[in-house]
């Protein structure tokens, strides 16, 4: 990807990449979404358990 940017930048012009592997069941997510995800996780178990009333 440094290379990538530097031949769409121009020369001496590039940006730093890094990369995570992530691996299932694992999942990436922000710090900030993990209350919304364990909310909508949570409405799905009580859907699957018939407590439709979600």
């Not at 769409?8 to 299932?24: D, H, M, Q, R, W």
Request: proline residues 6%; charged residues 30%; positive net charge.
């Amino acid at each position: 990807m440094t290379k990538a940017s530097s031949i769409f930048l121009g020369p001496g012009n590039s940006i730093k990449t890094e990369a995570n592997v992530i691996k299932y069941p694992d999942r990436y997510f922000y710090p900030r979404e993990v209350e919304t995800w364990n909310k909508v996780l949570r409405i799905v178990e009580e859907i699957k358990a018939g407590n439709s009333d979600a």
